[in-house]
């Protein structure tokens, strides 16, 4: 059975920096594609980044190109998502996710498998 489970949220300064870990167990991940999304007050759950875990391919949404950084660490089976220059719109829940299949995808219906999330304030 997957298992993620998320850490490394809080509350942040705008300018400021996080990293969020996702730490996976279950099976092994090689033929997997895992992800961030997050979730604001009353909005809908949005695709943040995804990644192939094998090749390190990664896939960003516009709103954070530049800011925000998905690696894996293979040995440790632990997903991050660095996040710099903070804004207070980056104040979400935020979920890691993955599937069965390699594809970075951006849809948060093609991922099966979610941890229950951390929160990010950003506070301006």
């Known amino acids: 059975q997957v298992q993620l489970v998320e850490s490394g949220g809080g509350l942040v300064q705008a300018g400021g920096s996080l990293r969020l870990s996702c730490a996976a167990s279950g099976r092994t991940f090689s033929g997997s594609a895992m992800g961030w999304f997050r979730q604001a007050p009353g909005k809908e759950r949005a695709f943040v980044a995804a990644i192939t875990w094998s090749s390190g391919t990664a896939r960003y949404a516009d709103s954070v190109k530049g800011r925000i950084t998905i690696s894996r660490d293979n040995a440790k089976n632990t997903l991050y998502l660095q996040m710099n220059g903070l804004k207070p719109e980056d104040t979400a829940a935020y979920y890691c996710?993955?599937?069965?299949?390699?594809?970075?995808?951006?849809?948060?219906?093609?991922?099966?498998?979610w941890g229950q999330g951390t929160q990010v304030t950003v506070s301006s």
């Open positions: 996710a993955a599937r069965d299949t390699e594809f970075p995808n951006i849809f948060e219906s093609a991922y099966p498998y």
